[in-house]
């Protein structure tokens, strides 16, 4: 057999033959190991609150605390969700806040979107002026505004009810400010060349403006979402009845007035903190691609 001839019924698996490519492993560092053990820890730091919260839930409360609150369950009860759901009146108030929390979000989102628009692309005076009071209102915490507030809604008669709970949180200066840095960063000549296609702002809007920007839009509504959802002080001192009380507010009270059921408030804690949970799961991509927009430079 001649030298350098390939054998017959032998196929050579280099790449150049179409065989596959040689991988090559990557080897794991010192300080690859480091960082998995810092961050395991810092994740068990994170996690052991929750766990805690979910252990309280289902140990029955006088035999927990009768041996020695220990890291495990003891005397499971099952149950306790359905009973906080129920018997605490749990469904009641979280669909109250369901829906003051949808209401919230898509009108700040509206009035955020169009007030960022006009920040951003059109020409008016005393716009710097206007832009500078917005962002300055992000200063003043909601004690400033309390009284006034508490008694414009007497005056209309919206105490318990879905106006009182709403109408101070349909505008929010932190929605404007994210949107409007997200407009910015649209080139000007895509409102240029799409006046010269027949566009008007409208259109413009919601065929450019909007879809560009639409992870810091996600952003923005996971964030007013979260800040809805977890008033307490503002629906606190706007209700006088029980069945106005909003989800936080009914926290306080569930299972708080015998000791045998202190598990019952903490599962309502879990249960009430569910839909949060399952928003940032669906809107986790939005919410990474919008917090790091313009971090990087291509």
Known sequence: MPSGTVPSGT?????EHGGPAPTTRRRIRPADIGWYVVLSLLSL????PIYMLVLRALSNPLAYVAQ?????PVDTEWD????????????RAMTLSLLVTVI??????????LAAYAFAFLDFPGKSVAFIVVIGTLLLPIEVTLIGNLETIRGFGWLNSLEGLTVPFLATAFGIFLIRQGFAAVPRDLLDASQ???????????????PVTKPII?????IAFLGAWNQYVWPRFATDQSSWQTVQVAL???????????NIGFAAAILAALPLLALLIFFQRQMIRGLTAGAVKG
Do not use: C, M
């Open 252 to 262: 306080r009270s569930i299972g708080s007035d015998r000791v045998d059921r202190l």
């Open 104 to 113: 919230i979000v898509g009108i700040q989102l509206l009035t955020s979107v």
């Open 196 to 210: 010269l296609d027949g566009y008007g702002h409208t259109r413009f809007l919601f065929k450019v403006a909007i």
């Open 218 to 222: 996600g952003s923005f509504v996971v």
């Open 11 to 15: 196929v050579s698996s280099g790449p």
């Open 68 to 72: 020695g609150q220990p890291l495990r």
């Open 45 to 48: 730091i994170v996690l052991f």
């Open 80 to 91: 306790v969700f359905i009973k906080a759901f129920t018997e605490a009146n749990l469904g």
